[in-house]
């Protein structure tokens, strides 16, 4: 081989080299589920956030708005860097079948009151797929393992395993504080909730306007869950609006020191419209105060 050959075989390496490490993430555009940003590591994953929280704030639509993600594998390194916030909300798709995320989410990364969790703050997002382990400790509120705020987003065939801790409201095992047009479909919780008021093993808090609807669809908590006021094995308060919750299974331990519930806490019946068809609760349900085996009024 002559030297003008290897100098040539070189040159090409080099150049696939330099396009190879210009690429974000680990590949991929991000353009379509077939070309999805590829997620390697939690390296990758702080790429997002600073990437999310780089652009224009909201009402702005954000970089990651209509983008897709795809995680490769299971991420062992704890990340503890959540993905946007109440002016920078991720508004992108996140899946993976069955991989792993490792959390070690503390309060150092994050504002009050926007929100806490992998997800910080969403809005028109879809998550699938996924798997949480790891915890959360935070003295802040709209806490939860995949979202703190979720708003008109879906997240689906989700599981969190991760111990949470907060000393505010709103936490949930999946979502804290879950508005306007959100759906949650096939999550489990299996960690442990501890909050203040409104803490749920699926969502802490529900608030919808009355010009939107949501669901939560055969979901199950098998975590025990714990606050000082309203706690639910599904739901721990749904506050307002139009919402369905379907083929929901509690067999979570429940206490409070005033309000707990199988399944979830109404708190105005006049002024939502709440359907609960198929529920069921097998948990304890413990309060010094009141307790209901489903809800208020069953």
Known sequence: ????????????????NILLSAQPFGGGDGKNETTAYKIYTKAHLEEIADSVNTTPPYPANNWSR????????????KVVKGIGSLNYRFQGSFDKQDDKINIAITDSL??????????????????TNLTIIGSVNTKLGWVGAFGGRFMHSEIHNCSN??????NGS??????????DNSIVTNCLNCGNVKGGNEVGGIIGHILNSTAYEGEVINCINIGTITG?????????????GKFAITDCLNAGYIYTNNGS?????????????ATIYNCVNTGVVSSIGI???????E
């Open 110 to 127: 994050f504002s009050v009151g926007s929100g806490v969790g992998l997800f910080a703050v969403t809005d028109r997002a879809k998550i």
């Open 170 to 179: 709103c936490v949930g095992g999946i979502i804290g504080h879950l508005e």
């Open 161 to 166: 395993y991760a111990d949470i801790v907060a």
């Open 261 to 273: 519930y199988g399944i979830l806490n109404i708190e105005d019946l006049l002024e939502t419209k």
């Open 66 to 77: 209509n983008k897709y993600f795809k995680l490769m594998n299971d991420i062992t390194d």
């Open 1 to 16: 081989m002559n030297n003008f050959l290897i100098l040539i075989i070189i040159t090409i390496i080099a150049i696939a």
């Open 228 to 240: 000082n006021i309203n706690a639910g094995g599904i739901i721990g308060l749904f506050n307002k």
């Open 291 to 297: 307790t209901y085996g489903i809800t208020i009024n």
